[in-house]
């Protein structure tokens, strides 16, 4: 799978390289199904032409949202906004890992200053808008068993 993505990499940004790749959703935490998809998320880094040219990209994604890949620079912008994605990649389970440059080994080497109060906001949040999808989810299944026939 790294050279798939490293390929989608190199179509996307020219001379990029890949720091890090992880599984991440149901594969990485056990709670996939038959039908389960898997889905990637990494980190790379540009050529410094690339950041301070025109050619930055921040994001790249495959048509599907299955590989979600950051530039470092823009990874580690949103780990100072304590957004719940990117801290969940810094603490991804060992076996989840598809790849990691030893670069990427400073980063997790301090992952805990990124654990910030600012946290707590976030992952409420998260918290929050799950729930509210999960009811609203079972809001919709039960509806058609509860619709009266006039």
């Known amino acids: 799978m790294k050279k798939e993505i490293e390929k989608l990499i190199q179509e ?7 720091l890090i790749l992880t599984i991440r959703g149901s594969r ?7 039908t389960s998809d898997t ?33 470092v620079g823009r990874f580690l ?11 969940e990649q810094l603490n991804t389970p060992n076996d989840c890992f598809v790849y990691k440059h030893p670069l990427f080994d400073d980063i997790l080497k301090h992952k805990d200053i990124f654990v910030t109060k600012k946290c707590y906001s976030s992952f409420y949040h998260y918290a929050k808008t799950q729930l509210h999808k999960a009811k609203s989810l079972d809001k919709k299944r039960n509806w058609e068993k509860e619709k009266k026939e006039k």
Request: hydrophobic letters at 30%.
């Open 12 to 18: 996307k940004s020219k001379g990029s390289e890949l």
């Open 39 to 71: 889905d990637y998320s990494g980190v790379y880094i540009q050529s410094l032409e690339d950041i301070l040219g025109y050619g930055y990209k921040p994001q790249i994604n495959d048509d599907n949202n299955d590989i979600i890949l950051y530039e």
């Open 28 to 34: 990485a935490y056990g709670t996939e199904i038959e």
């Open 77 to 87: 912008e949103l780990i100072s906004e304590s957004k719940t994605n990117v801290l």
